[in-house]
């Protein structure tokens, strides 16, 4: 009688750590269908950590049209959803474990080292109790480090800059295009920038201040007088 008594115990045991809510897996589908393709390129682990027993009522489940994440960012952690089932939307909260490919630097890197395009990598990241998102993209090169920055680590927007092609101080051909005339004067900068940033020039023949955006090391394009 013992014997059978423990059987009897193990199979309902097994059978409980079995069990799949339907219902549930329903929802991580369609959550998993979701996010797929909003992004593409990120993987993800979704679990259901809470759902209303109303949905779990609701007649035809498996009709489920869609999970709306409402989140302006990707989600991560713990997250909330509206599952809609024809015109209702049921209140859904997920965790989502999230991968995402990451620039991260291939060596270290010290404060005001250049770094050139081949020291990135991309690496598959989890950022799901990450504080701060990283950068998941950082364009082209090359940069600078702000700080020290340790290799495999993700990189953040201030922890790099672009390289400048300009110093405070230097001299630069100003282009000045206005109804179809064309003028050059030579300014000085004021601020220090990289190809594509904006600055601030003075040009002393004019005895004026100017916004330009910098073309290369020798030239900027004016946008508008201060």
Not at 54 to 63: C, K, N, Q, T, Y
Not at 167 to 172: N, T
Request: proline letters at 5%.
């Amino acid at each position: 009688m013992a014997l059978q008594f423990i059987i009897f115990l193990f199979f309902i045991t097994s059978g409980s750590a079995g069990y799949v809510n339907p219902v549930e897996q329903r929802v991580i589908s369609a959550a998993s269908e979701t996010l797929a393709g909003e992004y593409p390129d990120a993987d993800f682990q979704i679990k259901v950590r809470w759902l209303p027993g109303r949905l779990e009522d609701a007649s035809g489940p498996d009709i489920i049209h869609r999970v709306r994440f409402t989140q302006n960012t990707i989600p991560r952690g713990l997250t909330r959803a509206g599952v809609e089932i024809g015109s209702e939307s049921y209140p859904v909260q997920f965790f989502i474990q999230t991968k995402l490919d990451l620039p991260v630097l291939n060596k270290a890197a010290e404060a005001g080292d250049l770094i050139s395009d081949n020291m990135i990598i991309l690496k598959k990241t989890d950022v799901t109790s990450f504080n701060r998102m990283p950068l998941l993209e950082i364009g082209e090169g090359p940069w600078v480090a702000r700080r020290r920055l340790a290799a495999g680590q993700p990189v953040y927007a201030n922890d790099i800059d672009l390289k400048p092609v300009l110093k405070r101080g230097d001299l630069v051909q100003m282009i000045y295009t206005a109804t179809g005339l064309k003028i050059e004067f030579q300014c000085e900068t004021r601020h220090p920038g990289a190809a594509g940033e904006r600055i601030t020039v003075r040009c002393d023949e004019t005895g004026k201040r100017y916004e330009v955006t910098i073309i290369d090391e020798q030239t900027a394009e004016w946008r508008k007088t201060l």
